[in-house]
């Protein structure tokens, strides 16, 4: 099993870059390519499929986004595909944030990821993802529920707003979208 590979990027294509190592040229499946600079020293953080009529090689900028990538292929339901389109989409904080959140609607925006299947990743997801030990992940949820909580609102109310937020907007817009949610 590999966990990294450091090399010089020789080629971009739309779903895939090569990355050579030691002049062995590594075809990396990766979230967007469009990322990494050709001839750009770079160290991909790696992933290998092995199946019954493929072994494949998926490359991640960070470790953060492997381990994030692992958890949603763990989903029935989910396949690598699946999970690097939803990579490509979307900053591993904001569909972390989605997740934990219970955020459905933010995870359908994915190709190929409909209700079913968001509510599937959050089902078997949530409160599973620490890929930042040590570090809060929705600052801008939590400062939400502070401020309706200053607003006089109970916390029973208050989850159920935050958990249809759309995690990725700013702080302020959140605030507007929650007061909004509770006057309905």
Do not use: C, W
Not at 47 to 57: G, P, R
Not at 92 to 113: C, D, H, R, T
């Amino acid at each position: 099993m590999f966990s990294y590979l450091k090399g010089i990027i020789t080629e971009v294509k739309a779903n895939y870059v090569t990355l050579d190592v030691h002049d062995v040229g590594y075809h990396l499946m990766t979230p967007n390519p469009y990322f990494f600079e050709l001839h750009q020293v770079t160290t991909l953080y790696i992933y290998q499929k092995v199946a019954e009529d493929e072994i494949s090689l998926y490359g991640f900028q960070t470790p953060e986004a492997r381990d994030l990538f692992l958890k949603l292929i763990s989903v029935n339901g989910i396949g690598p595909k699946s999970a690097n389109a939803i990579l490509a989409a979307g900053t591993v904080e904001a569909i972390a944030n989605a997740i934990e959140s219970g955020n459905a609607k933010f995870l359908q925006k994915f190709p190929g990821i409909g209700p079913k299947a968001s509510q599937q990743i959050i089902l078997d997801l949530q409160g599973k993802i620490d890929l930042f030990p040590g570090e809060v992940f929705n600052d801008n949820l939590q400062d939400v529920e502070e401020a309706l909580q200053a607003f006089g609102y109970n916390s029973k109310e208050i989850k159920k707003v935050v958990s249809k937020l759309d995690a990725s907007k700013s702080t302020s817009e959140l605030i507007k979208d929650a007061l909004k949610l509770m006057l309905k």
